[in-house]
C-alpha cells in the first residue's frame, strides 16, 4: 500500500470538468481527518468547499495547486504522507505525475543555488581602462528562489538605506541587512551595495521568472497605484523590485512604463554603450581616487561626465548622479493600454460556451406583448399594506407565479429539444436569473405551478441569496425547463434574452412604465404597462404556441388576484 496519498479535484456534477482553487484551509504539516474542510473549489457556477470523505494518513506534506490555478477533474491538489516518507519519495511521486517542477509549498525552504562562474564582467575591462590592475573577481550568478528574494526585498524595505540602494539591492538580490553602512547616519550607500556586488549589472543575478498568478500576487502586496498595477502585470513587471518615486513611494505608472520601456541591458550597460575609453582618455580625466574608484565599479565612462569639482574635476557626487541619471531617466512616453483584460473565469467561460452554442445552433424567434399591470400594482400594494412583517411582495414574485400558471395551460411551451425528441414536461420547474459577481447563475424553483406567490417569493429571495454567497448546491441548479429574466429594476424598456440551452424559451421581462391610452369613454387615460418578450427554440416551440403562452401570461396578470390561491 502507497505510503503517499494523493488529494485530487472532485467532480461535483456531470458538467463538471474543472475547478479553480479559490482558498486553501489547510497548510504543511496538517493532519486530514474525516469532515475536515481542505479547499474551496470554484466551478462554473458555484464555490463548493471539498472536505475530506474519510481519514488521511500523515500529515499534508505537499500543496500542489496553488490559488488562483485551474485543475481537470481528478487533478493533483495537494499530497499527503507520513513522516518517514522523504522528500525525495514525495518530489519522485511528484515528478511521476506530472508535476516536476518546483512544489507550490514544501516543508524546507528552497535552497538557494550557486551557478558557475559567469563570463568576465564588462566592470573588469572598465578597471582595466581605469588603470586598476587588481583583477575584479567574476561575478557568480546566483539563483535565487522566489521566496528567498520576497524576503531580501522585504528586509531591505526595513533597513535604513538610499532609494536608489536600496532599488539596486532589490533588482540585485542584495539583503542590506548584511551590509555595512557607511553613509550619514548608518545609512547604506550607493558605494556600499556596489562594494558587496562587485559589479552592479543584473545578468550576473540569474532570477527565476514568476508565474503570471505569482507576478500578480506579488505586485498585489506592492504599494502602487491600481493602473501602475494593471499596467505591471500586463507587461510582466515586478514592482516588488521598483522604488516608487509618488507620495509615501507609492509606485507610479511613470515608475512602471520607465521599467517597461527600458532597454534589456542594465544602466551600467547604458554607460558602456558608449565609445570605451582609452587608458589615456581615462587617465587624463580630472578624478578623484575614490570617484575613479567607483566609476569603475559602476562601469561608468569618466570621459562622458562633467566634473563639478575645481577645474571639471569629477567627484563621486557627479559620478552617482551619472548612475542615478541613468536608473531613473525619462524615457519617450509611451501610449497606455486604456484597457485591463479581465481572466475568464470558469463561470464565464461556461456562460460563454452555452450562450455561444446557443445563439449558434437554436433558431430563435421572439414574441413581445405589453401586459398591463394597474390591477396587479393595486393588489400588491394592498398585499404588503397588511404582510404584517412577512416579506413583502415584489412585481417579480407575482410574475413569476403567473408564469408557472401560464405554462401549466400551456405545456408545449415548458418543453427542451433534445436529438431524440422533444421532452414536454409535466411539471414547471421555473429558472430564476440571478446577477452574481463574475457572471449569471439560474437556479430553479421546482413544481412552481403548485407554489403561491407567498411560496414562490421566499424561494425566490432563498436561492438569490445563495446565488450571492456561491452556496447554491449542484441540485438547484439543474433541472430547469423555462427562465424568467427581469431587467426591469435597471429601467430597461424590453430585450431579448437568449435561450439557456436545451431550454425551449425564456421570458425576458422590462420595466413598468406610464402610458397615455385610449380610454373606455373615448378620452385618454393613464395605465401602467411592462413589455416582455417571449424566445422560442422554433424547433420546438412554434409561433402559435408561443402565442398562446403569452394569451394565458396577460390573463393572469391582468386578473392578478387569482395568483394569491
Not at 513522516?83 to 507550490?104: F, K, M, R, T
Request: charged residues 25%.
Amino acid at each position: 500500500m502507497s505510503r503517499i496519498h494523493p488529494i485530487t479535484v472532485p467532480q461535483w456534477g456531470l458538467e463538471m470538468t474543472e475547478g479553480t482553487i479559490s482558498a486553501w484551509h489547510v497548510a504543511i504539516g496538517d493532519r486530514v481527518e474525516k469532515g475536515r474542510e481542505l479547499v474551496d473549489i470554484e466551478t462554473a457556477k458555484i464555490i463548493n468547499t471539498m472536505e475530506a470523505m474519510s481519514d488521511v494518513p500523515g500529515v499534508i506534506r505537499r500543496l500542489v495547486a496553488k490559488e488562483g490555478e485551474t485543475l481537470p477533474v481528478g487533478g493533483l491538489l495537494a499530497v499527503a504522507a507520513d513522516a518517514d516518507v522523504s522528500d525525495a519519495e514525495i518530489d519522485a511521486y511528484l515528478a511521476q505525475n506530472g508535476q516536476g517542477g518546483a512544489p507550490a509549498a514544501a516543508v524546507a525552504p528552497a535552497p538557494i543555488a550557486q551557478a558557475a562562474e559567469a563570463p568576465v564582467s564588462p566592470l573588469a575591462d572598465v578597471s582595466e581602462v581605469a588603470g586598476q590592475p587588481e583583477a575584479v573577481p567574476a561575478p557568480i550568478a546566483v539563483a535565487l528562489s522566489d521566496e528567498e528574494r520576497e524576503r531580501i526585498v522585504a528586509r531591505n524595505a526595513t533597513v535604513k538605506a538610499s532609494p536608489v540602494a536600496r532599488r539596486v539591492a532589490d533588482r540585485a538580490g542584495i539583503d542590506l541587512a548584511t551590509l555595512a553602512a557607511s553613509g550619514r547616519h548608518g545609512r547604506v550607500s550607493l558605494e556600499d551595495v556596489a562594494a558587496a556586488r562587485q559589479g552592479l549589472y543584473e545578468a550576473a543575478v540569474v532570477i527565476p521568472a514568476p508565474s503570471d498568478a505569482e507576478l500578480e500576487q506579488r505586485n498585489a502586496r506592492a504599494h502602487a497605484s491600481p493602473i501602475a498595477r494593471r499596467i505591471a502585470n500586463r507587461s510582466r513587471v515586478d514592482l516588488s523590485t521598483l522604488a516608487g518615486s509618488g507620495r509615501g513611494g507609492r509606485i507610479s505608472v511613470a515608475d512602471v512604463e520607465r521599467v517597461r520601456r527600458a532597454p534589456a541591458q542594465t544602466p551600467v550597460a547604458e554607460f558602456a554603450s558608449h565609445e570605451p575609453a582609452t587608458p589615456a582618455a581615462a587617465s587624463e580625466v580630472r578624478a578623484g581616487p575614490a570617484a575613479r574608484k567607483l566609476a569603475a565599479e559602476l562601469g561608468i565612462d569618466l570621459t562622458v561626465l562633467r566634473g563639478t569639482g575645481a577645474r571639471n574635476t569629477v567627484q563621486m557626487g557627479d559620478v552617482k548622479e551619472a548612475f542615478r541619471t541613468a536608473l531613473t531617466r525619462d524615457l519617450p512616453a509611451a501610449p497606455v493600454e486604456d484597457f485591463e483584460l479581465i481572466r475568464l473565469t470558469p463561470m464565464r467561460k461556461a456562460i460563454a460556451a452555452s450562450l455561444t452554442q446557443s445563439k449558434q445552433t437554436i433558431p430563435h424567434f421572439y414574441l413581445t406583448v405589453d401586459l398591463e399591470l394597474d390591477a396587479l400594482i393595486a393588489l400588491r400594494q394592498a398585499v404588503n399594506e397588511q404582510s404584517e412583517g412577512r416579506r413583502k411582495l415584489s412585481l417579480n414574485d407575482f410574475v413569476m407565479r403567473a408564469v408557472a400558471l401560464a405554462l401549466r395551460e400551456v405545456p408545449a411551451a415548458n418543453v427542451h429539444f433534445t436529438d431524440a425528441g422533444i421532452k414536454q414536461f409535466s411539471g414547471v420547474h421555473l429558472c430564476v436569473a440571478v446577477a452574481i459577481d463574475g457572471g449569471l447563475v439560474t437556479p430553479v424553483i421546482r413544481n412552481a405551478e403548485d407554489k403561491g406567490v407567498f411560496a414562490i417569493a421566499a424561494e425566490t429571495a432563498d436561492l438569490a441569496e445563495r446565488a450571492r454567497s456561491r452556496t447554491l448546491s449542484q441540485a438547484q441548479l439543474t433541472g430547469g425547463t423555462f427562465t424568467v429574466s427581469n431587467l426591469g429594476m435597471y429601467g430597461v424598456r424590453q430585450f431579448d434574452a437568449v435561450i439557456n440551452p436545451p431550454q425551449g424559451a425564456i421570458l425576458a421581462v422590462g420595466t413598468v412604465r406610464r402610458e397615455a391610452c385610449e380610454a373606455a369613454d373615448g378620452g385618454v387615460a393613464f395605465r401602467s404597462r411592462m413589455s416582455v418578450t417571449l424566445s422560442c427554440d422554433h424547433r420546438a416551440i412554434d409561433g402559435a404556441v408561443g402565442a398562446s403562452f403569452l394569451a394565458a401570461l396577460r390573463k393572469w396578470v391582468e386578473r392578478p388576484y387569482a395568483l394569491l390561491g
